[in-house]
């Protein structure tokens, strides 16, 4: 009897030991810190592994790490390494254990396609999936937080980051945002499969004048809140444990020490109670803008304007001692920033066991999951575009006698990985699945695969020519893989010029010479200029960066094994000269309502207005008839709701999926509304001959905006509503109108 009691009084006590809240351990331990164990929190070195940035060298991170210096690491990556360090850690005065944090961006090991191209799904569960299983890998690697999901909106495609977010739509962005923290952070956050996410660039990284990575971004107050800030938004709505502000000053104030940014909007109106890192040495670079004249000053600027963790620069380090001691930075500020990362810590459950991930059995076992590489090559075959089809070229029959598979980008393994992959140290990448082994996979017994590089990426050497159109001369069809290479795009890889480099399309036009059918796989982390290759190939498929299945994928497509879904995130412009171009614009005083006229109106007389893809597009192998839409009423009070419906038929002969695209515009407003503005979508799967309708519902927040007062909220009047296969290929509109 006296055991059992005393077995239950154990139980009673671990129980509520563990039940007291989080905030009382925090604070039990904030009370413990000295001032230096304090800043230490607020510190985060690159690992001496591999940089993604500028690096400080130091030597004697390990003594750092021993003396409570340092609170993280990032690119420090595996079991064994992140429990070596740990083990460190775990020899400081407070065993406060330390937080390894990683770009996750798009895959750990098995890497899926880029963002922009899972973005071209509209599939938010395929998506959410990627990241869960980005997570699994992640996690069972060691690694506790990505800095991920990007979610800067872009509207220019000589920014080569665009290749990192969801495009340049905020309603989509949001829907994708919310998927990606989803999948990241799991259903709780401290789940052995789950990672902290983080929103980055905080905040409009992608509007840098000129598309120039790093440069200078100058809006109103009133475009960042409808255009750049919503995915951010959502990413807190969904329960992000972390932000990450972003390199560029917003209106001539660097992000890293905006208080409007990080005080006034995440942690006043939105409630934020996660904590901010800096992007790499963006506090010690508020020097280079001249904003700051010091160290002192930059860290003085950044920790009141509320960045928490120090990545790399050292300022904090370095300066935070004097400057509380000089009475410049209150004690409650470092106390509220160390809290907000203590209680990462202690969710994810690091106090309780600092080595809860380093299981060396699991990374071995989660790193091998086959149905990873599966839901990889799934949603990359949901992220090629259709871009054209003529003849019903494609699919491709698998018993095709003579196929010619040409160009620079048929062969390489890692090109595919596109920017932002992970190399893991001692873990071989070569698993990636080429574009040529994808199409032998496929091809039956009685097929001829024939293979000519026709030329390189770069460069304006012909001399591979002859060889490609012989090549081609003997088969029945030519595949031709062109594009980028994979570093083109990605950080600091801003191109003034976004036409297909070297001499590929002149490759392109010598086969078309041929007579040869020729399809295009057009291999790119950006929307390129490509208009040769657009008016002359008969077939085009955009497959961007597609990951370690990128082979099987391209030939799933190409030999209808699934039928092209995917519809572009971001407009590709016919030009550069058009940039930026987007499809939610305003209409101006005077509107060019087509190409033909140019009597004072808003065009050029030298070009189009129009893009040559718009937001939205992208074909099938079917085709889809829209029929019955119907509005349940044609005046809506406020706090009401509208209920719209939609029939979609399958009126083709192959199964597809179709994403059905709902756009408002709010015809006068207080501030002048876009022509059109996304405000749903639904992706719905169709057998031949099968239809669906459909349902989507309008309410108040779908009708509202920023007023000038940057006040949120729907103004009375008239708004039409377009349903569409994209922002052009409008199948319906009809009109309704918003009492009082
Ligand atoms: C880089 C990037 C940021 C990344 C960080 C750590 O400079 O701007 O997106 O998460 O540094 O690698």
Known sequence: MRKILCLWFVIVFITIAQNKSINQRVDSVLQLMTLEE????????????????????????ASQVRNGQLGSLLNCLGTERTRSWQTI?????????????????????????????????????????SARIAATEASAGGIHWTFAPMVDIARDPRWGRVMEGAGED???????ATARVRGFQGKTLGAVN????????????????????????????????????????????????????SFNDINGVPATGNSYLQRDILKGAWKFEGFVVSDWGSIGEMINHGNVKNGYEAALSAVTAGSDMDME????????TQLVTAKKVPMTLIDDAVRRI??????????????KYCNAEREQQELNNPDHANSAREIAAKSIVLLKNDNHLLPLSKKTKTIAFIGPLVMPLKQNKGFWDIELPGVDSNFIVSQWEGVKNKIGAGSTLLYAKGCEIEGNNKEGFPEAVKTAAKADVVILSIGERRDMSG????????????????????????????????????????????????????????????????????????TPSAKLPITFPRSIGQIPIYYSHFNTGRPAHNDNNHNYNSSYTDLSIYPKYEFGYGLSYTTFQYSNLHLSKKTMARNDTIEVSVTIANTGTYAGEEIVQLYLRDKVGSIVRPVKELKDFKKIKLLPGESNTIQFIIDDEKLSFYNQQLHWGAEPGDFDIMIGASSEDIRFQESFELIQ
């Open 342 to 355: 203590l209680r990462k810590k202690f969710e994810l459950g690091l106090f309780d066991d600092p080595f």
């Open 38 to 61: 304090k800043i230490g929190q607020m510190n985060q070195y690159n690992d001496d592994w591999k940089a993604t940035g500028p690096v400080t060298v130091d030597n004697d991170k």
């Open 194 to 245: 789950s990672v902290m996410a983080c929103a980055k660039h905080f905040a409009a990284y992608g509007a840098a004048i000129g598309g120039r990575d790093y440069n200078s971004v100058d809006m109103s107050d009133r475009l960042l809140w409808e255009v750049y800030l919503p995915p951010f938004k959502a990413a807190v709505d969904a329960g992000i444990a972390t932000f990450m502000n």
């Open 89 to 129: 850690a775990m020899q400081s005065r407070l065993k406060i254990p330390l937080l390894f944090g990683q770009d996750v961006i798009h895959g750990y090991k098995t890497t899926f396609p880029i963002p922009l191209a899972e973005a071209c799904s509209w599939d938010l569960e395929a998506i959410e999936l």
């Open 170 to 176: 905020p309603y989509l962005g949001s829907m994708i």
């Open 491 to 562: 950080e600091a890889k801003s191109r003034s010029d976004i036409s297909i480099p070297g001499v590929q399309e002149e490759l392109l036009q010598a086969l078309l010479a041929t007579g040869k059918p020729v399809i295009v796989l057009m291999n790119a982390g950006r929307p390129l200029v490509f208009n040769y290759t657009a008016d002359n190939a008969p077939a085009i498929l955009y497959t961007w960066w597609l990951g370690s299945e990128a082979g099987n994928a391209i030939a799933d497509v190409l030999f209808g094994d699934y």
């Open 313 to 320: 620069s050292r300022n904090y380090k370095n300066h935070l």
